[in-house]
């Protein structure tokens, strides 16, 4: 059973830095991509950055300069490194990976941007 599990969810003031963690498992290079989605109340699903198998990253233009991922492959895991938050980026966020069997979400893990 593939699992991925998010975690680092916190409450954070505007401005301040958040580190999130997706830990697989299984090898996280087994996966073709794992990417990083947020939801926020009422709101869809978006992407917010992406990363494949082979290193090549991508983000989304409102959060590129500001957000980093990072991978531990000793550790399973996919970090996604948030500075500079903003109160209009409070949401649930999601780690979601892909690999020739399926894809595979985790429960997401709230992240609060507020004074």
């Known amino acids: 059973q593939v699992q991925v599990v998010e975690s680092g969810g916190a409450l954070v003031q505007p401005g301040g830095s958040l580190r999130l963690s997706c830990a697989a498992s299984?090898?996280?290079?087994?996966?073709?991509?794992m990417a990083w989605y947020r939801q926020a109340p009422g709101k869809q699903r978006k992407l917010v950055a992406h990363?494949?198998?082979?290193?090549?990253?991508n983000y989304a233009p409102s959060v590129k300069g500001r957000f980093t991922m990072s991978r531990d492959s000793a550790k399973n895991t996919l970090y996604l490194q948030m500075n500079s938050l903003k109160p209009e980026e409070t949401a649930v966020y999601y780690c979601?990976?892909?690999?020739?069997?399926?894809?595979?979400w985790g429960q997401g893990t709230q992240v609060t941007v507020s004074s």
């Open positions: 990363i494949t198998s082979g290193g090549t990253t």
């Open positions: 979601k990976a892909k690999r020739s069997g399926g894809i595979y």
């Open positions: 299984l090898s996280i290079f087994r996966f073709y991509g």
